[in-house]
T-cell receptor, first 112, second 114 residues
Framework: GDSVTQMEGPVTLSEEAFLTINCTYT??????LFWYVQYPGEGLQLLLK?????DKGSNKGFEATYRKETTSFHLEKGSVQVSDSAVYFC???????????FGTGTSLTVIP | ETGVTQSPTHLIKTRGQQVTLRCSSQ?????VSWYQQALGQGPQFIFQ???????GRGNFPPRFSGLQFPNYSSELNVNALELDDSALYLC?????????????FGPGTRLTVT
């Protein structure tokens, strides 16, 4: 069945450090891939997405590239800010209208 | 444009009781999905409704049931509550057409079962 595996957290970085959060997936078809962010006490917000192999999703300085050969969708940001502190979830969906499969989330804390 | 809203925000129930959670989907969205997020975990798919019919279900027992109304709002009902049902319940709306994939989430309802 479909599944998503994320790197374990929590992750603590200093402001302006480089961020990588690893995500790999297992899927029966050709899924779309997503990163969602959850700030304390809030629901999930879509951060970025990629719908086919080699697509790069980007938003607010975050990037992730859909790598079919390694079944990965790692999240990166060149310079994190304190305001990026949140929990990040990698997710996949096989097709429009289908359920999303989420990873367990990676908590990020950025310290000044 | 109004986003996804959920009510109530927090709820405390006793084991064995029944609960109803409500969700209003984003304007123009015809599909609603419900997820359970246990503490420290990722959301787990409960079920999805499209055009008032259940359109997929995750690995949850029948005591989890739902409804979707003509205005696309939705309810999640849980009977015979168990302690393990304590979680954040998230509603997500989307459009099932035209290749759109995104699901837009509400802020969630925090259910505590004692």
């Amino acid at each position: 069945g479909d599944s998503v595996t994320q790197m374990e957290g929590p992750v603590t970085l200093s402001e302006e450090a480089f961020l990588t959060i690893n995500c790999t997936y297992t899927a029966t078809g050709y899924p779309s891939l997503f990163w969602y962010v959850q700030y304390p006490g809030e629901g999930l917000q879509l951060l970025l997405k990629a719908t086919k192999a080699d697509d790069k999703g980007s938003n607010k300085g975050f990037e992730a590239t859909y790598r079919k050969e390694t079944t990965s969708f790692h999240l990166e940001k060149g310079s994190v800010q304190v305001s990026d502190s949140a929990v990040y979830f990698c997710a996949l969906s096989e097709s429009p209208g289908n359920q999303f499969y989420f990873g367990t989330g990676t908590s990020l804390t950025v310290i000044p | 444009e109004t986003g996804v809203t959920q009510s109530p925000t927090h709820l405390i129930k006793t084991r064995g009781q029944q609960v109803t959670l409500r969700c209003s989907s984003q304007s123009g969205h015809n599909t609603v999905s419900w997820y359970q997020q246990a503490l420290g975990q990722g959301p787990q798919f409960i079920f999805q409704y499209y055009r008032e019919e259940e359109n997929g279900r995750g690995n949850f027992p029948p005591r989890f049931s739902g409804l979707q109304f003509p205005n696309y709002s939705s309810e999640l009902n849980v009977n015979a509550l168990e302690l393990d049902d304590s979680a954040l319940y998230l509603c997500a709306s989307s459009i099932t057409s035209g290749g759109a994939y995104e699901q837009y989430f509400g802020p969630g309802t925090r259910l505590t079962v004692t």
